[in-house]
Every structure is written in structure tokens, then in C-alpha cells.
């Protein structure tokens, strides 16, 4: 009678705790933790609409408007040397380097102003 007592506390305790383990137990790449998406990057390529010391509008190839927030920690590059954010004009080519914010909006890490297009060889 004793062991069955033992038995049953035993199994009782037990449940709980493999219950709590199976339902921790996920197949990989089924997380749906929003750490895992936290700094996202991403790179957006296209023309500067708007500019301002809070953000840069950029329109992209695809005809896409994507507003960017900026922040004291954002850099602007030119030809891989750092400039000012006034030296860059409306209707520049840029790259943009953005991580997503504590709110998950985009924020620019890097502008750069792109290069000129090199134009092909003719044959």
C-alpha cells in the first residue's frame, strides 16, 4: 500500500514537470520569439525625396516611398568617407542601412551616396 502511495506522488509530481517540457520543446525554426527579429537589417536602395535631422525619404526602384528614421549615431558616406548630412541633395542615389528600433520601425545606420553607374564596355 505504502509504494503504491509513493507511486502515485511520484507520478503526479512528474506530469507537471514533462508537460512543461514538452511544451517548451519547438522543431527548429518554428520560434515565435520576436527576439529572434529584433536588428533585422535590411538595405534600401533609391532617390532621396525628403531629408531632414529626423529622417530621409527615399523612393525606390520599384516606385516604392520608404521614410527611415535617423538618429545621432547614424553615419553618411561618400565614396567611404564620412560627410555631413546637409552635403547630400535631393534626388541623390542612395543605400541606406537600417536595423529595426526598439519600436520595430526602420532606422537608418548608414546612408551612402552611390557611386555613378559604370557604364559598359563598347564591343
Not at 526602384?61 to 547630400?88: H, M, N, P
Amino acid at each position: 500500500m505504502r509504494n503504491g502511495i509513493l507511486l502515485l506522488l511520484v507520478t503526479v509530481l512528474m506530469n507537471p514537470v514533462e508537460a512543461q517540457h514538452a511544451r517548451r520543446a519547438r522543431p527548429s525554426g518554428t520560434s515565435t520569439d520576436t527576439a529572434v527579429y529584433k536588428n533585422l537589417a535590411g538595405t534600401f536602395h533609391g532617390t532621396v525625396k525628403q531629408l531632414d535631422k529626423k529622417e530621409i525619404t527615399i523612393q525606390t526602384e520599384g516606385d516604392q516611398t520608404v521614410t527611415i528614421r535617423l538618429s545621432r549615431k547614424t553615419k553618411f558616406l561618400k565614396d567611404g568617407q564620412e560627410i555631413k548630412r546637409t552635403d547630400i541633395d535631393l534626388n541623390a542615389r542612395v543605400s541606406v542601412d537600417a536595423r529595426e528600433d526598439v519600436d520595430l520601425k526602420p532606422i537608418a545606420v548608414a546612408v551612402a551616396i552611390d557611386s555613378a553607374p559604370q557604364k559598359a564596355p563598347d564591343k
